[in-house]
């Protein structure tokens, strides 16, 4: 489901950050509902089992922000901001980040999104976290 009240806008005098994965600005009515998503971590299955690779947390942390939000009817589009937590942040995070972060957002889509490099997280073994607001008109 694509919620068409977000207005996703990047300035012309700021720098293009499609290529990362992000968007300046977002903006929308108070006409629908928001929904805070929690920290997903890349744990995988009820177990939450850790994979030591980061591109491998990469990808189950967003198929558990996919279901998180699916669980209320809503997709990546309908993302307004993410806060992405990084183990030990480097460019090659980034670039990994990025490339997986654009196989699940179109680029007409993406969300605002701030990215912080942290020196652990939770538990043992996580290498990323990311949290959402989403709107449901």
Known sequence: MSCKTLNFYNPEKLFNPT???FCHTVKTSANGEF???SGQSGGEGLEHELDKDFRRQVQVVLSN???????HELGFSDVAKITVLIVDHDSDKLHIWS????KRWSPKSLPASTL???PKLALDGMKIEVDAVAFKS
């Open 35 to 37: 929904i805070f998503i």
């Open 65 to 71: 922000l996919d279901i998180a939000l699916k669980a």
């Open 116 to 118: 912080i490099p942290v």
């Open 19 to 21: 290529p990362f994965g």
């Open 99 to 102: 490339e997986e972060m654009l």
